[in-house]
Structure formats: structure tokens, C-alpha cells
């Protein structure tokens, strides 16, 4: 059964860190390629930023240089550390995985909740 599994969302203030982990069970993870999604009120889900299997990344141009995605295979865990923070970073962070030959074989987690507030 494959599960991925958030952790790490929070309230932080304006210009504050968090870092988002995505714990992967029942998947190779080294056969996956990896990304985190989010999704604010009212709005589409949206990607972040995403990292594939050889550990290339690719980011959305809102959170170029202030956000960093890295993947663990030792521990089947995919990273999200996000540094100065913006009120516009509010929404709930989704990770997301599928398999490389198989890209109908993708998996979402349940979501974090990140807000970015004074």
C-alpha cells in the first residue's frame, strides 16, 4: 500500500522558515519522481517546486531562491525548506510522487497546513 505522508506545516510570521517533509512507504522511491503542490482558498492547486529521480529540480518562479526541495532516498524522504516566508505562501502543502514509466501510478499525500501571519 503506498502512502505518503506530511509533516511540518504550521503558522510562522512573515519572513520566518519551515521545512515540510514527505515520508514515502510502498513505492521504490528511487524509480519516483517527486514534487510538492499547493493549494490556497479559493484557488487551483498550483506546483511548487519538484525534484526527479537523478535529483534535477525545478521550481515555480514565486518561490525561486527562497525555497529548496531535496529528496533522501536512504529514508524514502522528500524535503521542502522554505525560507522567507510571505503572507502569499498561506495554503495547505501537498506532496506528490509517481513512477517514472508509469506516470498513472501517482500518489498524493493528505496535505500540511502552512500560514504565513503576524
Known amino acids: 500500500q503506498v502512502q505518503l505522508v506530511e509533516s511540518g506545516g504550521g503558522l510562522v510570521q512573515p519572513g520566518g522558515s519551515l521545512t515540510l517533509s514527505c515520508a514515502a512507504s510502498g513505492v521504490i522511491f528511487s524509480i519516483y519522481d517527486m514534487g510538492w503542490y499547493r493549494q490556497a482558498p479559493g484557488k487551483q492547486r498550483e506546483l511548487v517546486a519538484r525534484?526527479?529521480?537523478?535529483?534535477?529540480?525545478d521550481y515555480a518562479d514565486s518561490v525561486k531562491g527562497r525555497f529548496l526541495i531535496s529528496r533522501d532516498s536512504a529514508d524514502n524522504t522528500m524535503y521542502l525548506r522554505m525560507n522567507s516566508l510571505k503572507p502569499e505562501d498561506t495554503a495547505v502543502y501537498y506532496c506528490n510522487g509517481h513512477e517514472i514509466l508509469h506516470p498513472e501510478y501517482e500518489y498524493w499525500g493528505q496535505g500540511t497546513q502552512v500560514t504565513v501571519s503576524s
Open positions: 525534484v526527479d529521480s537523478g535529483g534535477s529540480t
